[in-house]
C-alpha cells in the first residue's frame, strides 16, 4: 500500500470556523509533511514531522496547528482562517526525514475560506 | 540556499512529439534531484529521482532525465508524448546533509499535449 489518504476532499469554512483536516498511511513512514499549494505555483513545505516530532516549521501562522498523534496520522487544526489561507493542502510521506527519500503525496484538500 | 529554476512555464506540443522540460539548480553542497508530476486537481507523484550513480535515470512510463553537474541541470525528456501526460511537472532538490527532508521545488513547467 503506497497510498496517502486525505480527508476531507473539500472544505469550506468560514473565518470564524474551527476545522481540522485528516492525513493518513500505512506504508511505516517515520517523516509526515504538510504543504500548502496555491494555483499555478509549486507546494510550500509548513510543517515537517520526524518519529512524530515536530521537526521543522517554516513560520507557518498560529492559526494553523498540526498534531501527529501517531506514526500514521497527521492532522492540520484550521482556526480563524483568513480567505488568503484558501488553498489545496497536501500531506506528504517518507520513510525518514532526510532528503535522499521520495515523498508520497495524498490528493489534497481543497480549502476555501469564506 | 539552495534554489531551483524551471526555464519554461508552459510547453506545448504535439501528440507522438519529442519534448524536453528544463531544470536547473544551485546548491553549494551535492544535492538529490527529483522530478514529480502533477495531474489536474490531484496531488504530486515521483516520476523519477537521481541520488548517486548513473547520471542518467529513466521512469516507467517513458520519460528520462540526466544529472549534468558542470551544468546544474537536471532536464526532463521523453522522445514522444502522448495526450495523457498532461500536466504540471516541478523538478525539486534537496541536499545531503538535509535532516528535515525539505524540498525545494521549481516554479513548475505545464506540459500540454495536443492531438
Known amino acids: 500500500d503506497t497510498e496517502v489518504t486525505q480527508t476531507p476532499k473539500h472544505l469550506v469554512m468560514g473565518m470564524t470556523n474551527k476545522k481540522s483536516l485528516k492525513c493518513e498511511q500505512h506504508m511505516g513512514h517515520r517523516a509526515m509533511y504538510w504543504y500548502k499549494q496555491k494555483a499555478k505555483k509549486p507546494p510550500e513545505l509548513m510543517f515537517v514531522?520526524?518519529?512524530?516530532?515536530?521537526?521543522i516549521n517554516e513560520s507557518v501562522p498560529s492559526r494553523f496547528s498540526p498534531e501527529c498523534p501517531n506514526s500514521s496520522l497527521l492532522n492540520l487544526h484550521l482556526h480563524a482562517l483568513q480567505p488568503e489561507d484558501s488553498a489545496l493542502y497536501l500531506c506528504a510521506s517518507s520513510q525518514e526525514g532526510t532528503g535522499d527519500y521520495e515523498q508520497y503525496f495524498g490528493p489534497g484538500t481543497r480549502l476555501t475560506v469564506t | 540556499a539552495q534554489s531551483v529554476t524551471q526555464l519554461d512555464s508552459q510547453v506545448p506540443v504535439f501528440e507522438e512529439a519529442p519534448v524536453e522540460l528544463r531544470c536547473n539548480y544551485s546548491s553549494s553542497v551535492s544535492v538529490y534531484l527529483f522530478w514529480y508530476v502533477q495531474y489536474p486537481n490531484q496531488g504530486l507523484q515521483l516520476l523519477l529521482k537521481?541520488?548517486?550513480?548513473?547520471?542518467l535515470v529513466e521512469s516507467i512510463n517513458g520519460f528520462e532525465a540526466e544529472f549534468n553537474k558542470s551544468q546544474t541541470s537536471f532536464h526532463l525528456r521523453k522522445p514522444s508524448v502522448h495526450i495523457s501526460d498532461t500536466a504540471e511537472y516541478f523538478c525539486?532538490?534537496?541536499?545531503?546533509?538535509?535532516?528535515?527532508?525539505?524540498?525545494?521545488f521549481g516554479q513548475g513547467t505545464e506540459l500540454s499535449v495536443k492531438p
Open positions: 537521481y541520488l548517486s550513480g548513473s547520471t
Open positions: 514531522y520526524s518519529y512524530e516530532k515536530l521537526s
Open positions: 525539486a532538490v534537496s541536499d545531503l546533509g538535509n535532516q528535515g527532508g525539505k524540498l525545494i
